[in-house]
């Protein structure tokens, strides 16, 4: 097994994070993404609460989010549909591999959890005041 395939794999659902808080991200959803993105490159870096880094980081975009680069350390996947599904695909990809999901979603939680993924909720990786 490679070092990446050992390493947790966080799948971040990009619209569900940035939707927690009500700051406009309705005015500009690309432009919520790329701030998103780019605070989820410290979380690769150093890690979260029980998963220390660095970390596999996946942010999972869709609908007016589109368009949004990579940077070094989160990779950006954007969904042709449904970005739930795209995110249980790549929860199932994962196969054995160590796998959370960044989401608040009901359904999507317990999609994944079949899987044996393990979920946590978007302040775990929203930016502190």
């Known amino acids: 097994m ?3 395939e050992m390493t947790t794999l966080l799948v971040v659902d990009g619209a569900n994070v940035v939707g927690s808080v009500p700051d406009g991200w309705w005015r500009d959803r690309r432009g919520a993404a790329e701030r998103l993105r780019d605070g989820l490159v410290e979380v690769a870096r ?3 609460p029980g998963h220390p880094g660095p970390l596999d980081v996946v942010l999972v975009v869709e609908g007016a989010a589109r368009g949004v680069d990579p940077v070094p350390g989160v ?3 954007e969904a042709p549909g449904s970005g739930d599904d795209r995110m249980v695909e790549l929860v199932a990809r994962a196969r054995d591999r160590p796998c959370l999901v960044v989401t608040a979603d009901r359904e999507l939680r317990r999609r994944v959890t079949e899987l044996g ?3 946590t909720g978007p ?3 929203r930016p502190r005041p």
């Open 117 to 119: 993924a393990r979920v």
């Open 46 to 48: 150093h890690g979260l």
């Open 2 to 4: 490679t070092t990446r």
């Open 75 to 77: 990779r950006v996947d």
């Open 123 to 125: 302040r775990t990786v």
